[in-house]
């Protein structure tokens, strides 16, 4: 039981439908697989800071894995609206 556990918890993964804000969180070592639509969410979580401007981002889809997140720069993207109620409630 205790294995089942444990894989499951390294099996979780946030959804990125953005190729572009996979790429950017890749070239930021959040992601170190293959582009495929999904981060794991094992290092998310302590995330502080996370700036992907100017990285042709039409969606920050995912960005709730980000739970920490208290400073998020994604200025000169394409995306037009950012819900993140979800996981920010002080955001600079």
């Avoid at 390294?10 to 996979?22: G, K, L, M, R």
């Avoid at 070592?29 to 039409?58: H, M, R, Y």
Wanted: a negative charge; one cysteine or more.
């Amino acid at each position: 039981m205790l294995l089942g556990s444990t894989l499951v918890g390294f099996s979780q993964t946030a959804e990125i439908p953005d190729p572009n804000f996979e790429h950017a969180l890749k070239d930021l070592g959040f992601d170190i697989t293959p582009i495929n639509g999904s981060v794991s969410t094992a290092n998310d979580s302590g995330v502080t800071l996370l700036e992907v401007s100017n990285k042709n981002i039409s969606s920050l889809i995912g960005i709730e894995a980000f739970i920490s997140l208290n400073y998020l720069s994604c200025k000169k993207n394409q995306s037009t609206s950012l819900d993140l109620s979800c996981i920010i409630t002080d955001i600079q």
